[in-house]
Protein backbone atom coordinates (compact mmCIF):
# COMPACT_ATOMS: atom_id res chain seq x y z
CA UNK A 1 0.00 0.00 0.00
CA UNK A 2 1.10 3.39 -0.56
CA UNK A 3 2.71 5.31 2.39
CA UNK A 4 4.22 7.97 1.17
CA UNK A 5 2.48 11.29 0.46
CA UNK A 6 3.77 14.00 -1.61
CA UNK A 7 3.52 17.83 -1.85
CA UNK A 8 3.09 19.64 -3.91
CA UNK A 9 1.40 17.52 -6.37
CA UNK A 10 2.38 19.72 -9.14
CA UNK A 11 5.12 22.30 -9.61
CA UNK A 12 5.44 25.11 -11.86
CA UNK A 13 8.82 27.49 -11.69
CA UNK A 14 10.96 29.24 -14.48
CA UNK A 15 14.88 28.35 -14.64
CA UNK A 16 16.79 29.23 -12.38
CA UNK A 17 14.85 29.08 -9.73
CA UNK A 18 14.80 26.36 -6.52
CA UNK A 19 11.89 23.77 -6.44
CA UNK A 20 11.07 22.14 -3.01
CA UNK A 21 9.31 18.98 -3.07
CA UNK A 22 8.13 17.36 0.09
CA UNK A 23 7.37 13.56 1.31
CA UNK A 24 5.67 12.14 4.46
CA UNK A 25 5.71 8.38 5.35
CA UNK A 26 3.91 6.76 8.02
CA UNK A 27 6.20 3.56 9.07
CA UNK A 28 9.85 3.45 10.29
CA UNK A 29 12.24 3.05 7.59
CA UNK A 30 15.67 1.93 6.76
CA UNK A 31 16.31 4.15 4.39
CA UNK A 32 14.55 7.14 1.71
CA UNK A 33 15.33 7.10 -1.72
CA UNK A 34 14.40 9.58 -4.31
CA UNK A 35 13.94 9.24 -7.82
CA UNK A 36 13.09 11.26 -11.34
CA UNK A 37 11.14 10.16 -14.18
CA UNK A 38 10.77 11.57 -17.24
CA UNK A 39 7.21 11.30 -18.75
CA UNK A 40 6.38 7.56 -19.42
CA UNK A 41 9.76 6.58 -18.79
CA UNK A 42 11.74 4.80 -16.50
CA UNK A 43 13.32 5.56 -13.36
CA UNK A 44 16.41 7.31 -12.01
CA UNK A 45 17.56 6.97 -8.87
CA UNK A 46 18.71 10.29 -7.34
CA UNK A 47 19.95 10.14 -4.02
CA UNK A 48 19.34 7.67 -0.89
CA UNK A 49 19.49 8.88 2.83
CA UNK A 50 19.87 6.47 5.73
CA UNK A 51 17.46 6.92 8.54
CA UNK A 52 20.15 7.69 10.55
CA UNK A 53 21.29 10.76 8.37
CA UNK A 54 19.44 14.22 8.23
CA UNK A 55 20.71 16.06 5.47
CA UNK A 56 22.74 14.85 1.98
CA UNK A 57 24.25 16.43 -1.00
CA UNK A 58 24.55 15.47 -4.70
CA UNK A 59 25.39 18.38 -6.83
CA UNK A 60 22.04 20.58 -7.47
CA UNK A 61 20.35 18.04 -5.10
CA UNK A 62 19.72 18.47 -1.54
CA UNK A 63 17.83 16.17 0.60
CA UNK A 64 16.76 16.27 4.35
CA UNK A 65 15.31 13.50 6.69
CA UNK A 66 13.70 14.23 9.64
CA UNK A 67 12.38 10.88 11.10
CA UNK A 68 10.60 11.95 14.44
CA UNK A 69 8.02 14.19 11.88
CA UNK A 70 8.58 10.61 9.17
CA UNK A 71 9.16 13.86 6.36
CA UNK A 72 11.77 14.47 3.86
CA UNK A 73 12.46 16.76 1.21
CA UNK A 74 13.85 17.73 -2.07
CA UNK A 75 15.64 20.66 -3.16
CA UNK A 76 16.79 21.57 -6.80
CA UNK A 77 18.79 24.39 -6.94
CA UNK A 78 19.23 26.11 -9.73
CA UNK A 79 16.58 24.45 -11.32
CA UNK A 80 16.98 23.83 -15.45
CA UNK A 81 14.18 23.11 -17.98
CA UNK A 82 15.74 19.22 -18.22
CA UNK A 83 14.75 19.11 -14.91
CA UNK A 84 11.65 19.06 -15.92
CA UNK A 85 9.89 15.18 -14.74
CA UNK A 86 8.33 13.59 -12.09
CA UNK A 87 10.14 12.89 -8.60
CA UNK A 88 9.11 10.50 -6.19
CA UNK A 89 9.98 9.71 -2.89
CA UNK A 90 10.64 5.73 -1.22
CA UNK A 91 11.08 4.31 1.75
CA UNK A 92 12.65 1.25 1.92
CA UNK A 93 11.68 -1.08 4.81
CA UNK A 94 13.50 -1.58 8.30
CA UNK A 95 13.85 -5.12 8.00
CA UNK A 96 16.47 -6.33 5.98
CA UNK A 97 16.94 -9.84 3.78
CA UNK A 98 15.15 -10.37 0.53
CA UNK A 99 12.92 -6.74 1.43
CA UNK A 100 15.67 -4.84 1.06
CA UNK A 101 15.60 -3.20 -2.11
CA UNK A 102 11.20 -3.46 -1.66
CA UNK A 103 9.91 -0.02 -1.84
CA UNK A 104 6.41 2.36 -1.02
CA UNK A 105 6.64 4.78 -3.32
CA UNK A 106 5.03 8.20 -2.68
CA UNK A 107 2.49 10.16 -5.26
CA UNK A 108 5.01 11.99 -7.04
CA UNK A 109 5.14 15.66 -7.90
CA UNK A 110 5.22 16.93 -11.31
CA UNK A 111 7.74 19.34 -11.91
CA UNK A 112 7.73 21.62 -14.78
CA UNK A 113 10.58 24.27 -15.16
CA UNK A 114 9.63 26.80 -18.09
CA UNK A 115 12.60 27.75 -19.70
CA UNK B 1 26.79 1.20 -11.10
CA UNK B 2 24.66 -2.84 -11.61
CA UNK B 3 22.69 -2.91 -14.53
CA UNK B 4 18.96 -4.60 -14.69
CA UNK B 5 17.84 -4.72 -18.39
CA UNK B 6 13.97 -5.09 -18.81
CA UNK B 7 12.42 -6.06 -22.10
CA UNK B 8 10.57 -5.07 -24.25
CA UNK B 9 10.06 -1.61 -23.50
CA UNK B 10 6.68 -1.48 -25.15
CA UNK B 11 4.25 -3.86 -26.70
CA UNK B 12 1.09 -3.67 -27.65
CA UNK B 13 -1.60 -6.87 -27.39
CA UNK B 14 -5.07 -8.06 -28.56
CA UNK B 15 -6.71 -8.64 -25.54
CA UNK B 16 -6.80 -12.20 -24.70
CA UNK B 17 -3.45 -12.83 -24.92
CA UNK B 18 -0.28 -13.43 -23.36
CA UNK B 19 2.64 -11.07 -23.13
CA UNK B 20 5.75 -11.46 -21.18
CA UNK B 21 8.23 -9.54 -19.81
CA UNK B 22 11.67 -10.33 -18.77
CA UNK B 23 13.85 -9.06 -15.94
CA UNK B 24 17.78 -9.23 -16.25
CA UNK B 25 20.49 -8.15 -13.71
CA UNK B 26 23.56 -7.91 -16.24
CA UNK B 27 26.03 -7.73 -13.96
CA UNK B 28 25.35 -9.66 -10.57
CA UNK B 29 22.88 -12.17 -9.46
CA UNK B 30 19.50 -11.13 -8.10
CA UNK B 31 18.12 -14.01 -5.60
CA UNK B 32 15.13 -11.11 -5.48
CA UNK B 33 13.40 -9.18 -8.17
CA UNK B 34 10.62 -7.01 -7.49
CA UNK B 35 7.89 -5.84 -9.82
CA UNK B 36 6.10 -2.84 -10.02
CA UNK B 37 2.96 -1.23 -12.12
CA UNK B 38 2.09 2.19 -12.79
CA UNK B 39 -1.32 3.28 -14.06
CA UNK B 40 -1.30 6.57 -15.93
CA UNK B 41 -0.18 9.66 -13.85
CA UNK B 42 -0.33 7.39 -10.71
CA UNK B 43 2.54 6.43 -8.70
CA UNK B 44 4.88 3.04 -8.31
CA UNK B 45 2.89 0.35 -6.93
CA UNK B 46 4.33 -2.91 -6.12
CA UNK B 47 2.79 -6.24 -6.97
CA UNK B 48 5.35 -9.03 -6.07
CA UNK B 49 8.59 -10.25 -5.09
CA UNK B 50 9.90 -12.77 -7.37
CA UNK B 51 12.54 -15.07 -5.35
CA UNK B 52 15.15 -16.93 -7.12
CA UNK B 53 14.26 -20.85 -6.76
CA UNK B 54 10.96 -20.10 -5.35
CA UNK B 55 6.89 -19.21 -5.66
CA UNK B 56 6.97 -14.97 -6.10
CA UNK B 57 4.91 -13.60 -2.92
CA UNK B 58 2.02 -11.22 -4.40
CA UNK B 59 0.71 -8.10 -2.66
CA UNK B 60 -2.92 -7.44 -1.50
CA UNK B 61 -5.42 -7.25 -4.84
CA UNK B 62 -2.65 -9.00 -7.40
CA UNK B 63 -4.18 -12.07 -8.75
CA UNK B 64 -1.24 -14.26 -8.99
CA UNK B 65 -2.84 -16.83 -11.77
CA UNK B 66 -2.89 -13.40 -13.73
CA UNK B 67 0.28 -12.33 -13.65
CA UNK B 68 2.69 -15.11 -13.09
CA UNK B 69 6.09 -14.99 -12.23
CA UNK B 70 8.97 -17.12 -12.78
CA UNK B 71 12.60 -16.41 -11.56
CA UNK B 72 14.26 -19.86 -12.59
CA UNK B 73 17.97 -18.35 -12.53
CA UNK B 74 19.85 -15.99 -10.23
CA UNK B 75 19.62 -13.26 -13.41
CA UNK B 76 16.33 -13.42 -14.86
CA UNK B 77 12.70 -13.04 -13.88
CA UNK B 78 9.61 -12.85 -16.09
CA UNK B 79 6.16 -11.74 -15.73
CA UNK B 80 3.74 -12.82 -17.92
CA UNK B 81 0.20 -11.22 -18.14
CA UNK B 82 -1.57 -13.72 -18.77
CA UNK B 83 -5.65 -13.09 -20.58
CA UNK B 84 -4.61 -9.53 -20.85
CA UNK B 85 -7.56 -6.81 -21.23
CA UNK B 86 -7.21 -3.20 -22.07
CA UNK B 87 -7.69 -2.44 -18.09
CA UNK B 88 -3.80 -4.33 -17.21
CA UNK B 89 -2.80 -1.46 -19.89
CA UNK B 90 -0.38 0.12 -17.37
CA UNK B 91 3.75 0.47 -17.34
CA UNK B 92 5.19 -2.22 -15.71
CA UNK B 93 8.64 -2.00 -14.38
CA UNK B 94 11.09 -4.62 -12.51
CA UNK B 95 14.34 -4.17 -9.68
CA UNK B 96 16.62 -6.06 -8.32
CA UNK B 97 18.10 -6.14 -5.18
CA UNK B 98 18.88 -3.29 -3.98
CA UNK B 99 16.49 -1.49 -6.21
CA UNK B 100 18.14 -1.03 -9.43
CA UNK B 101 15.43 -0.83 -11.90
CA UNK B 102 14.53 -1.85 -15.15
CA UNK B 103 13.66 0.72 -18.26
CA UNK B 104 10.18 -0.53 -17.86
CA UNK B 105 7.67 -2.19 -20.04
CA UNK B 106 4.66 0.05 -21.53
CA UNK B 107 1.88 -2.59 -21.84
CA UNK B 108 -1.41 -1.54 -24.35
CA UNK B 109 -4.03 -4.14 -24.47
CA UNK B 110 -6.38 -3.53 -27.94
Known amino acids: SQQGEEDPQALSIQEGENATMNCSYKTSINNLQWYRQNSGRGLVHLIL?????REKHSGRLRVTLDTSKKSSSLLITASRAADTASYFC???????????????FGQGTILTVHP | GAVVSQHPSWVICKSGTSVKIECRSLDFQATTMFWYRQFPKQSLMLMATSNEGSKATYEQGVEKDKFLINHASLTLSTLTVTSAHPEDSSFYICSATKAFFGQGTRLTVV
Open chain 1, 49 to 53: IRSNE
Open chain 1, 90 to 104: ATGPMAGGTSYGKLT
